[in-house]
């Protein structure tokens, strides 16, 4: 039996994929190391709970005693890496929490691994040189795109935000593993998810939440910016991947090729919001929609090039963005509803 260290599995993402993974995998074991800060809940993980492949433990991915504790004693062939501070407004109001765990302890995670699978650079410790160190990425590392084009794999970084340069810090971090010890590492990085169980601070969350508590909807600046949306179980498919077939050293670029303005995801949320839980006024949802001022330093758009995991790995989007957000919209219904 394998073990795998998942960080941040509490999280939006990482909840998504352990129950995917235990019921794909029945060779795994999972130790699901979270810190449990306020997007992290293990709400989530209620399905796994008691599961005889599965491990929780609070804690910190910086804490490097508890992390060389957890190496030693559960021995991990692997690491999959989700744990991050992620949400941009936060990280323009408080950028110390993103430099900490975002770079430090991908830091911590990476220096731990590297002295428990090595013994030195290139030279891996006997029956470890398979295993591997997953790092979860996003496109905001890549900066703005103009009205054309698309963030490659070979796309020059330019983060615009903290919390884009925490990322784009520990995705270089990653990246000098590699090239400087030998480890086996591969990164990932995607466009924006959506699905369940994804915090309520987030874009399609708070549309759903504020329209369904008929509280105005707010939408940054004029609502034009522009995101390429990822169904996130097509995106813990892709994880996948990556962490069993992908080449060590490479990134790979996951996305929807769903791009969409604010608006129109916030109208496409009320014309589904209008169908299966109309106001009790009969008006429309799309009445409560609200501009507010925009956010600083706010991208304008990203849209991902998935071409280098689809012909290499195999990957494909098996969720359209209509189906997607029509599932969406009913999970956050049935929460709103039991809340």
């Known amino acids: 039996m394998k073990t795998i260290l998942i960080t941040g599995g509490a999280g939006f993402i990482g909840s998504n994929f352990i129950p995917y993974f235990l019921e794909k995998y029945k060779d795994y074991h999972l130790l699901n190391l979270d810190m449990l800060t306020y997007a992290g809940t293990l709400a989530n993980l209620q399905e796994v709970e008691g599961h005889a492949r599965y491990t929780f433990v609070k804690g910190d991915i910086a804490d490097k005693g508890l992390v060389e504790k957890l190496f030693e004693k559960y021995l991990f062939t692997g690491v999959i890496h989700f744990a991050a501070e992620s949400h941009v407004d936060n990280s323009i109001a408080s950028p110390e929490a993103f430099i900490q765990t975002n770079i430090v302890g991908t830091f911590m995670l990476l220096d731990v691994a590297r002295r428990n699978w090595m013994n030195a650079p290139f030279v891996f410790q006997e029956g470890r040189q398979d295993n591997r160190f997953l790092h979860i990425s996003t496109d905001e590392v890549y900066g703005s795109l103009g009205p054309k084009g698309y963030f490659t794999e070979r796309t020059p970084y330019a983060p615009n935000s903290p919390y884009s340069a925490s990322k784009a810090s520990s995705d270089l971090m990653v990246r000098s593993y590699f090239h400087t010890y030998g480890m086996n590492v591969v990164s990932t990085n995607c466009s924006n998810n959506y699905g369940p169980r994804q915090h309520e601070e987030k874009l399609i969350?708070?549309?759903?939440?504020?329209?369904?508590?008929?509280?105005?909807?707010?939408?940054?600046?004029?609502?034009?910016?522009?995101?390429?949306?990822?169904?996130?179980?097509?995106?813990?498919?892709?994880?996948?991947?990556?962490?069993?077939?992908?080449?060590?050293?490479?990134?790979?670029?996951i996305g929807g090729k769903n791009e969409r303005t604010n608006n129109q995801i916030a109208e496409t949320i009320c014309y589904l919001l209008d169908k299966t839980k109309p106001r009790e006024n009969g008006r429309t949802y799309k009445e409560l929609i609200a501009y507010v001022p925009d956010r600083a330093g706010h991208d304008k758009r990203y849209a991902i090039d998935a071409t280098k995991i689809q012909s290499e790995l195999g990957w494909l989007a098996g969720m359209n963005f209509e189906t997607g957000m029509q599932a969406t919209v009913e999970w956050y219904i049935r929460k709103y509803n039991r809340g």
């Open 205 to 253: 969350p708070t549309i759903i939440r504020s329209a369904i508590q008929e509280k105005t909807i707010p939408i940054f600046g004029d609502g034009k910016n522009v995101r390429d949306w990822l169904y996130v179980i097509d995106h813990v498919k892709g994880i996948d991947l990556a962490f069993h077939k992908g080449r060590a050293g490479e990134t790979y670029n």
